[in-house]
């Protein structure tokens, strides 16, 4: 229920009901993704634990670097779509 905090009749509380529904990826993406996201998430966490936290980026920064991967014109296309 974390998406919009709770379930309407439009829209699916969870963000994977809410991709699915949409069609936003394809439903062997999605699958993928639930499969895999929790361990590839805790070898990032590991990772990360072993970079002093001065060393570490900021959000801003990765936010920079994620945001520099996509052309000007898709890159407004995913923030229209996030917001």
């Known amino acids: 229920e974390g998406l919009w905090r709770r379930s309407t009749r439009a829209r ?5 009901a809410f991709i699915r529904a949409e069609g936003l990826l394809p439903a062997h993406e999605v699958d993928r993704i639930v499969r895999d996201a929790p361990t590839e998430l805790i070898r ?4 990360a634990a072993a970079i002093p936290i001065g060393d570490r980026p900021t959000m801003g920064d990765w936010l920079d670097r994620f945001h520099a991967a996509f052309p000007d014109g898709r890159r407004r296309d995913v923030i229209a779509l996030a917001a």
């Open 12 to 16: 699916p509380g969870s963000m994977t």
């Open 44 to 47: 990032f966490q590991d990772v």
